[in-house]
């Protein structure tokens, strides 16, 4: 049956096409400009064989050989997919898309395709093997039938500003996805960014080192069934369900600004939930969430950072709020919690959880923070972090850098000033051992008053989020 599917769907898409070869590359990694003469390529002819061709319009299928390498260069095109994929790469061993400079291409799919089922191509954009995006120019890409960009082994994008809007991912690559430069906005169904291959470790990843990312999307921001990494570049996920899921998440660099309606960091597989002992630190499987560089600030409407293994952060700075229930937590997981450098900013409506007794780095506890509180850390007269809250937040922590456990810290809100003990190890939710030091609190340098207002609001607030930026380090 699926034979019979393929047949007819192949079928339609070479109605009236015709064979075009050309002469392969004599390097793959050239430029457009350094490849030509490139063989034009009308809308309707088929590749059966490695070469550089410029495309005109229309609908492309590639049916070339396994080892082959197909170069199409888009220098202002516009490609429509009437009946599958606008782009369809049925066999080759690359294809690599290539914008010509100062251009602007456009590609789409119709919302039905003249045969289709869940093994067949499914986006504008399909191709069988790995996809190359580069080169400095503009491609937008709708897929009204389901994906955007979809690729079965590896999709890498090292330029260009590519825009994405799809019905399902916008972004999907089966083996893996990797970003190493351009300007990405996309907006998705399903989920920003896809890599799904669950039969390999080592496949299954999406590795992030440079570019800049905008996502959108009514599920996850970026899913990777194996690993995420972000080691470079930037990455805006305005809206999502959970911003960053995988099974092991390592940030090493770059910058993040995540909102999620869920966790915003999640490193679970299968069932994530979570449970008590788990959460106080006695379980946890096989997930990770290490960030030990870059900067992270995220708002989350469920626990913000929630790996159902380990948790660690050794560097960089992360600026964590939740706005959700009191069950869940700004830093959270179902194994070992250790901050052990950085500079990590925490608190919202919940609880936190347990740091194991490894986590060396100190810190401060505070509750009872308003909006709009502008709060500085000084130890020895030297001003260890500032920032501004932008929302109220029930409890707040804060590491860094020069507060020393058992030592007095003086703590401002708007210039009121009070004396807070610092801490090590376990102790948030009480009792557990470590060095918790003093609940800190603000109204008229009183500790421990609370002021978490009365009327403050459970859910995300409506539109997306104000901040005022990471802190002042």
């Given at each position: 049956m699926r034979m019979k599917i393929l047949c007819l769907f192949l079928a339609a898409l070479l109605a009236g096409c015709s064979a075009v070869t050309a002469e392969p590359s004599e390097e793959a990694g050239n430029t457009p400009r350094e490849q030509e003469p490139a063989t034009p390529l009308v809308a309707g002819e088929v590749i059966t064989q490695a070469g550089t061709y410029n495309l005109t319009g229309g609908q492309i299928l590639i049916d070339a050989g396994k080892d082959d390498v197909v170069k199409l260069v888009l220098d202002g095109v516009t490609l429509r997919g009437e009946t599958g994929p606008a782009i369809y790469a049925k066999q080759c061993k690359e294809v690599e898309i290539i914008l010509a400079e100062g251009s602007v291409n456009t590609v789409s799919d119709s919302a039905e395709y003249a045969a289709s089922d869940e093994n067949e191509p499914d986006a504008a954009?399909?191709?069988?093997?790995?996809?190359?995006?580069?080169?400095?120019?503009?491609?937008?890409?709708?897929?009204?039938?389901?994906?955007?960009?979809?690729?079965?082994?590896?999709?890498?994008?090292?330029?260009?500003e590519v825009s994405v809007t799809a019905v399902g991912d916008a972004l999907r690559g089966r083996d893996g996805v990797a970003v190493k430069g351009g300007r990405l906005t996309l907006n998705a169904g399903g989920d920003g960014i896809q890599s799904n291959n669950a039969d390999d470790d080592t496949k299954g990843f999406v590795n992030i080192d440079g570019g800049e990312i905008t996502i959108q999307a009514a599920k996850d921001g970026i899913q990777a069934e194996s690993?995420?990494?972000?080691?470079?570049?930037?990455?805006?996920?305005?809206?999502?369900?959970?911003?960053?899921?995988?099974?092991?998440?390592?940030?090493?660099?770059?910058?993040?600004?995540?909102?999620?309606?869920?966790?915003?960091?999640?490193?679970?597989?299968g069932d994530d939930t979570g449970g008590l002992f788990g959460r106080m630190g006695f379980g946890g499987g096989d997930y990770t969430v290490d960030i030990s560089g870059g900067e992270v600030i995220f708002h989350a409407g469920g626990d913000g950072i929630d790996s159902n293994g380990t948790l660690n952060i050794s560097g960089g700075t992360v600026f964590a709020t939740i706005n959700s229930s009191a069950d869940n937590a700004a830093l959270d997981s179902d194994g070992e919690t250790t901050v052990t450098g950085g500079t990590v900013i925490a608190g919202g409506t919940g609880t936190f959880g347990n740091l194991s007794s490894g986590s060396t780095e100190s810190y401060v506890y505070l509750t009872g923070i308003r909006e709009g509180d502008r709060i500085t850390v000084t130890s020895g007269g030297e001003e260890l972090v500032t920032y501004a809250a932008d929302r109220a937040l029930a409890a707040l922590a804060i590491f860094a850098p020069g507060i020393v456990s058992g030592e007095s810290c003086e703590v401002s809100v708007n210039g009121a000033v009070t004396s807070v003990t610092a801490g090590t190890g376990g102790g948030f939710m009480g009792g557990m051992g470590g060095g918790r030091g003093n609940w800190g609190g603000f109204g008229g340098g009183q500790s421990g008053d609370n002021r978490f207002p009365e009327d403050f609001s459970t859910t995300p607030p409506e539109g997306g989020r104000e901040r005022n930026g990471p802190p002042e380090l």
């Amino acid at each position: 049956m699926r034979m019979k599917i393929l047949c007819l769907f192949l079928a339609a898409l070479l109605a009236g096409c015709s064979a075009v070869t050309a002469e392969p590359s004599e390097e793959a990694g050239n430029t457009p400009r350094e490849q030509e003469p490139a063989t034009p390529l009308v809308a309707g002819e088929v590749i059966t064989q490695a070469g550089t061709y410029n495309l005109t319009g229309g609908q492309i299928l590639i049916d070339a050989g396994k080892d082959d390498v197909v170069k199409l260069v888009l220098d202002g095109v516009t490609l429509r997919g009437e009946t599958g994929p606008a782009i369809y790469a049925k066999q080759c061993k690359e294809v690599e898309i290539i914008l010509a400079e100062g251009s602007v291409n456009t590609v789409s799919d119709s919302a039905e395709y003249a045969a289709s089922d869940e093994n067949e191509p499914d986006a504008a954009i399909f191709v069988q093997d790995s996809l190359t995006i580069s080169g400095s120019g503009a491609l937008n890409v709708t897929g009204n039938h389901n994906h955007g960009i979809r690729s079965q082994d590896i999709l890498t994008v090292s330029g260009g500003e590519v825009s994405v809007t799809a019905v399902g991912d916008a972004l999907r690559g089966r083996d893996g996805v990797a970003v190493k430069g351009g300007r990405l906005t996309l907006n998705a169904g399903g989920d920003g960014i896809q890599s799904n291959n669950a039969d390999d470790d080592t496949k299954g990843f999406v590795n992030i080192d440079g570019g800049e990312i905008t996502i959108q999307a009514a599920k996850d921001g970026i899913q990777a069934e194996s690993s995420l990494t972000v080691s470079g570049g930037s990455v805006t996920v305005e809206g999502s369900t959970e911003a960053l899921e995988a099974s092991h998440i390592y940030i090493t660099g770059g910058k993040l600004d995540l909102l999620s309606t869920d966790d915003a960091i999640n490193a679970a597989g299968g069932d994530d939930t979570g449970g008590l002992f788990g959460r106080m630190g006695f379980g946890g499987g096989d997930y990770t969430v290490d960030i030990s560089g870059g900067e992270v600030i995220f708002h989350a409407g469920g626990d913000g950072i929630d790996s159902n293994g380990t948790l660690n952060i050794s560097g960089g700075t992360v600026f964590a709020t939740i706005n959700s229930s009191a069950d869940n937590a700004a830093l959270d997981s179902d194994g070992e919690t250790t901050v052990t450098g950085g500079t990590v900013i925490a608190g919202g409506t919940g609880t936190f959880g347990n740091l194991s007794s490894g986590s060396t780095e100190s810190y401060v506890y505070l509750t009872g923070i308003r909006e709009g509180d502008r709060i500085t850390v000084t130890s020895g007269g030297e001003e260890l972090v500032t920032y501004a809250a932008d929302r109220a937040l029930a409890a707040l922590a804060i590491f860094a850098p020069g507060i020393v456990s058992g030592e007095s810290c003086e703590v401002s809100v708007n210039g009121a000033v009070t004396s807070v003990t610092a801490g090590t190890g376990g102790g948030f939710m009480g009792g557990m051992g470590g060095g918790r030091g003093n609940w800190g609190g603000f109204g008229g340098g009183q500790s421990g008053d609370n002021r978490f207002p009365e009327d403050f609001s459970t859910t995300p607030p409506e539109g997306g989020r104000e901040r005022n930026g990471p802190p002042e380090l």
